[in-house]
């Protein structure tokens, strides 16, 4: 089967791969979409640290064509979204309502691109062994995954549109719903209306925010902002933004603020924006050497919150919650066929990743026939 493999540096492209056998637990899913992340590109990149050579994709929807021989969950036939976050339930963790951070299917492990008996799933033609993104590997025409990476979608939803739940909206709309607690007539500031950022304010529309303030430096993202329930856009290579949003909230600064690029600068800004008790909620992914560095005594005098939001996941049980956002979405609350602005084929893989680094999509989203 074909898939995206990541081999070098910004070396990547397709390659024909030995998918093996489903393991006892796990399902093996035929492919219907798969989204571009950024993340993706991290690891092409080289920015998120990945062994290589690595199946790229951890944001798709399926059909899951053979299940393991212990799946209690799923049968042939099901159509599923993939969660890179799954949950077991059982463990210390999930017990103690940290589901995100389930002990079963640690992060770490993740990241090597394995599975949970610590092995792969693909082989090349000579038998060497190719690592899968997340445990998940899904730009690909077909994944194997564990039955706790997957969350059953109704066959009517179509799968280009369910696809991008699975990363890009969870971990948005988690950070403004989940991290943010954003409760009605909340006021929320979003800083960076990428994939995450556009989601961070769908969430926050969807949790009654009267206002969502969205501050980026591309107008075409802007525009899309506004499609999707910005109330106020702010060109941040314009404005000074701290200051409009001060103005704009009266002189007190908002409720919630989301920071969805990971660097320093924003993520005090998006501080600076809050009002006093308000909460900063920070989900961009920053390099791993960078540090912010607060006023202690501001900090405690204004009684302000700053938030990590676990990125790798929606802030809260992932596998509920996308099934919670594939129910927004046929209730007609969440917008999905705005965000897939472009689809691929994957052996279009390069163009779709120039696409990305020009900003020239919502989304882009690979199909499978
Ligand atoms: C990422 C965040 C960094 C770890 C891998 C997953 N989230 C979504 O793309
Ligand atoms: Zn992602």
């Known amino acids: 089967m074909k898939a995206v493999v990541v081999t070098g540096v910004n070396e990547f492209g397709v390659e024909d791969l030995e998918l093996l056998p489903p393991g006892p637990k796990e399902v093996r899913v035929d492919m219907k979409a798969c989204g571009l992340c950024m993340s993706d590109h991290h690891v092409i990149s080289g920015g998120l640290p990945t062994p290589l050579p690595c199946v790229l994709g951890h944001e798709g929807a399926g059909v899951i064509a053979e299940v393991g021989d212990q799946v209690t969950q799923f049968q042939v036939g099901d159509h599923v979204v993939l969660n890179f976050s799954p949950a077991c339930g059982t463990c210390v963790m999930c017990k103690r309502g940290l589901s995100n951070f389930c002990a079963s299917h640690p992060l770490e492990q993740q990241m090597a691109g ?63 719903i989940n991290t943010g607690q954003v409760r009605p007539g909340d006021t929320v500031a979003v800083f960076g209306c990428g994939g995450v950022g556009l989601n961070a304010i769908q969430g926050a529309r969807i949790a009654g925010a009267p206002m969502v303030i969205a501050v980026d430096l591309s107008a075409n993202k802007l525009d899309l902002a506004k499609k999707l329930g910005a109330t106020h856009m702010i060109k941040g290579d314009e404005e000074d933004a701290v200051k409009k949003i001060h103005e704009i909230t009266g002189g007190l600064g908002v409720d919630v603020a989301i920071e969805c690029v990971g660097i320093p600068p924003l993520i005090h800004q998006a501080y600076a924006s809050t009002r006093p008790l308000g909460r900063t909620v920070t989900v961009g992914v920053p390099a791993p050497d960078k540090e912010i560095k607060l006023n202690a005594f501001e900090l405690t005098a204004t009684g302000r919150c700053m938030c990590g939001h676990k990125a790798a996941g929606s802030g809260a049980n992932s596998g509920q919650f996308i099934s919670s956002l594939l129910g927004q979405y046929q209730a007609g609350n969440l917008d ?23 900003n020239a999509n919502a989304r882009g989203v690979f199909v499978f026939d």
């Open 336 to 358: 999905l066929d705005t965000l897939v602005s472009q689809t691929y084929k994957i052996e279009d893989v390069h163009k779709a990743v120039e696409d990305l680094l020009a």
């Open 114 to 176: 394995v599975y949970t008996d610590g092995t792969t799933r693909h082989k090349r033609a000579d038998g060497s062994a190719v690592q899968s993104f997340l445990g998940v590997g899904c730009m690909a025409e077909e994944a194997v995954v564990h039955q706790d990476c997957c969350v059953k979608a109704d066959p009517s939803i179509d799968m280009k549109y369910a696809c991008v739940v699975s990363c890009g909206v969870m971990t948005g709309a988690g950070a403004s």
